[in-house]
């Protein structure tokens, strides 16, 4: 489907939270309509929202181009590829070949560790009520152990399938973003970055990050979300 043709896809997004980034830097790269409905965190669990997750949580797409409603980021980002990067691959892999799986892999290492992990090491430090040391140095620690499985896993590569970048490259960025990097239009330190040398304790994985912060679509994206926070 040429995207001239298609009609904008719904995208259920939040001003906060780093998983709809996924979402949206996936839609850049690819060309293809949509439109933002933003939603507040208390309103996720009343209608309308409700009806589109039951979950109560953002991101969601409704595409009316395929009357698909579809909930959980990397279930979108698979859908997104398969539905409309089928011609020129340009951020994913042709099905049944070893990239092809390799990139589902990786998504899958993102959702269930890189995602669970950053985001719990984010609540015990910024949002808990009690303060709870061995929890905080739990997530510190996966944080490191994530990092360290991708460092080892990009030495001597620039992407992590293939020779170029994809949709499993893209979906690390968010929470990436938000340990690491400044925020809130640059004026936010990473969360961690106090905490950890990112650069100096995984060379590679920082690179890499650098590389796809770098990306014209990847940058200007990242703008127009700090520029709604």
């Not at 839609?27 to 109560?56: S, T, V």
């Not at 106090?194 to 912060?213: G, V």
Request: negative net charge; charged residues 25%.
């Amino acid at each position: 489907m040429a995207s001239e043709k298609l009609q904008p896809i719904r995208v259920w997004t939040s001003k906060n939270g780093p998983n709809p980034w996924k979402v949206h830097f996936v839609l850049e790269e690819l060309g293809i309509p949509y439109e933002e409905k933003y939603i507040d965190f208390p309103d996720m669990k009343k209608p309308p929202f409700e009806a589109i997750n039951i979950n109560g949580r953002v991101p969601a797409i409704e595409d009316d181009n395929t009357g698909i409603t579809l909930w959980e980021s990397g279930a979108i980002l698979e859908y997104l590829v398969e539905t409309y990067d089928k011609e020129k691959r340009s951020i994913s892999f042709e099905p049944g070949t070893a990239d092809y799986f390799h990139a589902k892999q990786w998504l899958h290492f993102q959702m269930s560790g890189q995602g669970p992990y950053f985001g719990q090491a984010i609540w015990f430090h910024r949002y808990h009520s009690e303060d709870v040391q061995s929890a905080k140095d739990r997530y510190i620690k996966e944080i490191r152990r994530v990092s360290w499985v991708l460092d080892r896993a990009l030495e001597g590569r620039e992407f992590l399938v293939g020779d170029k970048c994809s949709y499993a490259d893209i979906a690390f960025i968010p929470w990436f973003n938000v340990a690491f990097y400044p925020w809130y239009n640059m004026k936010v330190p990473g969360a961690f970055a106090d905490q950890i040398d990112f650069t100096k304790e995984f060379p590679n994985t920082a690179a890499w990050m650098d590389r796809l912060r770098a990306r014209p679509i990847i940058a200007e994206t990242l703008k127009k979300r700090a520029a709604t926070l």
